[in-house]
């Protein structure tokens, strides 16, 4: 079960999941930065903000500063924003809601764009809904339910936004959003425009495969009338299947992909992780595959946790657990 939805992004290392990149990976020197940062602010209406800690932009509330903190405030200031961003050679991170994520003590090197406030759009044609990658996934299915349109109806209860659903292809219980996706339009890192049909998109169990370094803006989605009272039934049913899961806490949601032999849950349950802490990290008693910030917990502690956990299941069952949290930034 995917909980988690909310980041598009350049990792720092490559990862099973998600990635949004410039893979040059380049530290942005002190010198530069303010132009980079100045030359930003001068040419579009963005927020930008130096040294910001990421720990304010991600559900863990864990991460240290990014180097530069951006959020255009259109899609055309975005694209100026990323030519700006590859002309500096910096380090590039696009994020949404930041869950999904864990941003490294160390924060960011580079360039953190936040999209939450440039791709907004949100509308219908016909039975196509086109939705802005800055849209969350409850503002989708609340947008859905009001023009009785059905079909994502299992994404209710997941955090994050509509661009780190389909970098990650969402889903739960046999579904996932990639079913769902007709087409994708985005940029490359230069700020160039870039669609894709879904004759170019392949999507697996919580992985959708798309060009190196593709920032994805927009998704349409093809969806079948349904009427609200139905709709809104089954929503109802997914949160109700979700209460065992510690939404009130500070996570960045499964931790674990779904081995093929039994849920990752049950696996670390089995293996005596329930619970189980380090320093301000812990294995959530209420359901063992998140790890839940207690209040103070670094990224150093969480990794700490993941490599016990991981362990001892693989003591326990064998088993071999994939990460479906993407570690990113520096240690």
């Not at 903190?69 to 899609?75: K, N």
């Not at 960045?252 to 696996?267: D, E, H, I, Q, W």
């Amino acid at each position: 079960m995917s909980t988690g939805s909310g980041s598009i992004f350049c990792p720092c290392s490559r990862s099973e999941n998600e990635a949004v990149v410039n893979d040059r990976q380049h530290s942005l020197e002190d010198k530069n930065r303010p132009g980079a940062a100045d030359r930003i602010s001068g040419a579009t209406g963005s927020t930008v903000l130096k040294d910001e800690p990421l720990s304010r932009h991600t559900s863990f509330g864990i991460g240290g500063p990014a180097d530069l903190y951006i959020r255009p405030a259109s899609e055309k200031d975005l694209a100026v924003v990323l030519g700006i961003i590859r002309q500096y050679g910096m380090g590039l991170m696009v994020i949404g809601r930041g869950t999904n994520i864990l941003v490294g003590d160390g924060g960011f090197r580079g360039a953190v764009v936040d999209l939450r406030g440039a791709c907004r759009r949100l509308e219908h044609q016909g039975e196509k809904v086109i939705a802005g990658a800055g849209v969350t996934v409850s503002e989708l299915l609340d947008y859905c339910l009001s023009q009785e349109l059905g079909g994502l109806e299992f994404m209710a209860g997941i955090p994050g936004s509509v661009g780190g659903a389909v970098r990650v292809n969402a889903g739960a219980w046999g579904s996932a959003v990639g079913d769902r996706i007709e087409a994708v339009r985005g940029y490359d890192p230069a700020g160039r425009g870039v669609d894709m049909e879904r004759s170019e998109l392949q999507f697996s169990y919580r992985q959708a495969r798309f060009p190196d370094h593709l920032i994805i803006t927009e998704v349409r989605l093809s969806l079948q009338p349904e009427k609200a009272g139905a709709i809104a039934g089954k929503m109802d049913d997914y949160r109700r299947r979700r209460r065992h899961q510690p939404i009130d806490q500070k996570s960045a949601g499964s931790v674990f992909k779904n081995p093929s032999s039994a849920p990752a849950g049950r696996l670390i349950e089995a293996a005596g992780c329930k619970g189980l802490r380090v320093d301000g990290a812990q294995v959530s008693p209420q359901h063992a595959n998140f790890i839940i910030n207690l209040g103070e917990a670094t990224a150093a502690a969480v990794r700490e946790l993941i490599d016990q956990v991981r362990l001892k299941v693989r003591e326990d069952s064998g088993v071999e657990l994939e990460m479906e949290i993407i570690c990113v930034g520096e240690e």
